[in-house]
């Protein structure tokens, strides 16, 4: 009811400052080399009552209320706090991994805020990686492409996350400087019992190759 909604919206804005969020890190394995490279930084809430709450439930909620841009930059702090302490722990080459909202992305002060936290933390751009949905990036065009151009020059890289669940525009692939083309786990984990999965996926893998996109496979459980 509008009760239980607002006393969750009422939570939600209290989570940060009450310290209920925290990451957790998905690792990102270069099969040639048979070794791990780096993370994905992902977003959980523990709420002291309801326990965990997924993402999928109360991350559409923080856009709602517009509160992505304050739980975006405390992913990104946490995230970079997380790779300093890999490198200080003698692991620098690991690269870390933070979703950016279609919010996020409009937001004129991303590069400096971006540029402040790695400073912040004394980590070199090349350690981060900043992740888009298709649909995201298909807000606003002309601001995009400035946009990433400056992340790029910075040194930040960057990634199309869930690609193929989207529109699936050939022509942002064309125009925007993406690094990598992250293929969706649903088609992934699938790939063994399903023809057009398996299809799907290497169609993608070959465009990557011809456009010389790193390509990575989402929710490999298998060897």
Not at 144 to 152: I, N
Request: include cysteine.
């Amino acid at each position: 009811g509008d009760g239980t909604r607002a006393g969750y919206d009422l939570a939600l804005t209290r989570a940060i400052a009450d310290d209920q969020l925290t990451m957790v890190f998905q690792p990102v394995v270069d099969l040639a080399a048979g070794r791990i490279i780096g993370a994905e930084a992902l977003l959980r809430w523990d709420h002291p009552s309801l326990g965990p709450i997924s993402p999928a439930r109360f991350i559409p909620v923080v856009e709602r209320m517009g509160l992505s841009d304050s739980y975006g930059l405390w992913v990104l702090n946490a995230a970079c706090r997380e790779a300093r302490l890999w490198q200080d722990e003698g692991l620098a080459d690991l690269k870390v991994a933070v979703n950016l909202s279609a919010r996020q992305l409009l937001d004129p002060g991303l590069v400096g805020k971006v540029e402040r936290t790695l400073k912040r933390h004394g980590l070199s751009p090349r350690a981060l990686e900043l992740e888009l949905t298709e649909t995201a990036t298909m807000a606003d065009a002309t601001g995009t492409l400035r946009l990433f151009g400056d992340l790029r020059a910075m040194g930040v890289s960057l990634a199309i996350d869930d690609f193929g669940t989207g529109y699936s525009s050939l022509s942002y692939l064309k125009n925007l400087p993406f690094d990598k083309l992250k293929i969706d786990r649903e088609f992934v984990t699938q790939i063994e019992s399903r023809r057009d999965s398996r299809a799907i996926c290497k169609a993608l893998i070959e465009l990557g190759r011809g456009l010389d996109l790193l390509i990575l496979a989402e929710g490999v459980e298998t060897a």
